[in-house]
């Protein structure tokens, strides 16, 4: 049996046979992979889907704010402006930032981390895929055919009085909640029932502890918006009073319906991002993660209170006294696990030795654009400010800092960290961090100005404007564009180390992580025996500075690696 930096591995180095075997050229093909049934593969393959969805909504995005460079037409109708934002709105929501961490990143490595060879359900995995890939092209089409232009929330009685088109949208999103559901099932069973020997509920990794209670609200909240999405497609077609109050029906009835979900969706969101943090934190800081179990039981309540705070985006609805009162303080009390995760992370950091490796730059990115979107989610709840900023580009930003200087910015930390992981490969450093440089201060320019935009009353989703709003819609646009060239950057970063970067050693950041102690890239079954865990995922005075900095000098560049 040998010993690495803590894990137990039965055999010793001369009865592995195929020591360059893994998941990418145990078999090859096309079908290979469209019929796989491992873990990794699929994960690879909801990565690129999404990057493509990410794509997509960010040319949107693009063609939105240069629209808005000036009053009027600039470059497209009306009408066509409505389509955009809707097609940006469901792209980035439905097909990227809900299944990003956890479909591709969740997938590739929580069995990993948990020392399992596979999830529990292998074929249920692969049917979540080719259910959310139906979604996405039932969803996109709908849209481009059909020409909708509801926005991502469908709200009726609008949706109500649109083409039929409408009814795919919401059925493609309909098929995509399926997609949501199986993952979560998959990832709690998983979570349960495959643990390799030693990894108790208190060695969990963090990272663990945020998809599993990401996939509880999957599951307890996803079928609500199928109903809910049912419903508006039982009233359209067969003329039923639900929503349409011409007909007896209720159209904010179907505003609670829709943020029951939508609201823990935002935790479906930002828990992986979270779960992502709290990895990389602990590597590049060197030291054990401050209040382990403060920190996962924080993400256990915030997915238990999401559930609660959904009537705050309806204080403008006419709801009571008594109720807005409640949902007011609901939604102060969501902060407190929020905080503590802050606080704790900081508290890491604390005297740690601290390497500003890439996946660490977008880590502390997170926590300072988090902080803000958390801080203005409170003004936002808070019933005299949210009567005042609601509908305003205020919520626009707000939205933005918690989806995208949240849960993106923790996806890319992600997708740096892992990247070596994944393929084997290294990518360049030095413009890893140019990049960072030009999406942090795009992203900020972006939707800083935004805030400033919305409390002057400034409202959102309007294709057109007063002059006294051009100079902070120039300065958003300008932004957009920044943050557009880092992107760029950073996707031509990581399409060259594919063909041409340095191959990656196995733990190139010295970490203490179970998924580390693997291959590079992983072995098919992702371990050749299955391991015996002697230690936690943080005890990095357990392993030795020989196990964990094997390859981390050389990997990283010379000011990094000091």
């Excluded at 955009?84 to 990003?100: E, R, S």
């Excluded at 060695?203 to 199928?226: C, D, K, M, N």
């Amino acid at each position: 049996m040998t010993v690495k930096a803590g894990v137990a591995i039965p055999g010793t180095p001369s009865e592995t046979t195929d020591e360059e075997l893994n998941y990418l050229n145990n078999k090859t093909g096309i079908k290979s992979w469209l019929l796989t049934l491992d873990h990794k593969r699929i994960g690879v393959m909801y990565l690129w889907s999404v990057l493509i969805a990410f794509l997509i909504g960010g040319v949107f995005a693009l063609l939105i704010r240069t629209e808005l460079l000036t009053p009027g037409k600039t470059i497209m109708e009306a009408d066509t402006y409505n389509e955009m934002f809707t097609l940006h709105g469901t792209i980035m929501v439905f097909l990227f930032i809900i299944p990003a961490i956890p479909a591709a990143l969740g997938n590739f490595f929580l069995p990993i981390q948990l020392g399992a060879k596979d999830v529990a359900f292998p074929r249920l995995n692969l049917l979540s895929y080719y259910l959310y890939v139906l979604g996405s092209l039932v969803a996109i089409g709908s849209i481009i055919v059909g020409h909708i232009d509801t926005g991502w929330t469908f709200y009726t009685p609008y949706s109500l009085e649109g083409n039929s088109s409408v009814l795919f949208m919401t059925g493609g999103a309909f098929i995509l909640g399926f997609s949501s559901i199986l993952t979560g099932v998959n990832f709690i069973a998983t979570t349960h029932k495959m643990r390799a020997p030693g990894i108790t509920w208190r060695r969990l990794p963090l990272f663990i502890w945020s998809l599993y209670a990401t996939a509880v609200i999957q599951v307890l909240a996803t079928p609500v918006l199928a109903i809910t999405l049912l419903l508006l497609i039982l009233e359209k077609t067969m003329t039923i009073g639900i929503f349409d109050s011409r007909l007896g029906g209720d159209p904010v009835l179907f505003e609670h319906f829709f943020w029951f979900y939508s609201h823990p969706a935002v935790y479906i969101m930002i828990l992986p991002g979270m779960g992502v943090v709290n990895e990389v934190i602990t590597t590049f800081s060197h030291r054990r993660i401050y209040g382990y179990m403060f920190v996962a039981m924080s993400s256990v309540a915030l997915a238990i209170l999401s559930f609660l705070v959904w009537g705050h985006h309806l204080f403008a609805a006419g709801m009571s006294a008594y109720a807005t009162m409640v949902f007011s303080m609901l939604t102060f009390l969501v902060a407190i696990p929020s905080g503590i995760k802050i606080f704790n992370w900081l508290a890491t950091l604390y005297q740690g030795s601290i390497s500003l490796a890439s996946p660490m730059l977008y880590t502390l990115g997170f926590i300072a654009l988090f902080t803000i979107g958390g801080l203005t989610g409170v003004f936002l709840g808070t019933l005299a400010l949210d009567i005042h900023l609601h509908d305003t580009y205020f919520v626009v930003a707000h939205f933005h800092y918690v989806m995208v200087g949240g849960t993106v910015f923790g996806f890319l930390s992600g997708l740096h960290y892992w990247w070596p992981k994944m393929t084997g490969k290294m990518y360049n450093e030095t413009v890893a961090r140019i990049a960072f440089g030009f999406v942090f201060i795009g992203f900020n320019v972006t939707f800083f100005s935004q805030f400033l935009l919305g409390s002057q009353g400034m409202p959102r989703r309007y294709y057109d404007y007063l002059d006294q709003y051009q100079p902070l819609h120039m300065t958003s646009s300008g932004g957009a564009y920044i943050l557009g060239v880092g992107f760029v950057i950073m996707g031509a970063m990581f399409l060259h180390s594919l063909f041409k970067g340095k191959k990656a050693s196995e733990n190139p950041w010295g970490s203490a992580g179970y998924e580390w102690m693997t291959s590079t890239p992983p072995h098919p079954e992702n371990f050749a025996e299955t391991p015996v865990m002697t230690r936690g995922p943080y005890d990095y005075e357990l392993c030795t500075e020989a196990e964990l900095y094997e390859g981390f000098r050389s990997e990283l560049p010379a000011a990094l690696a000091e």
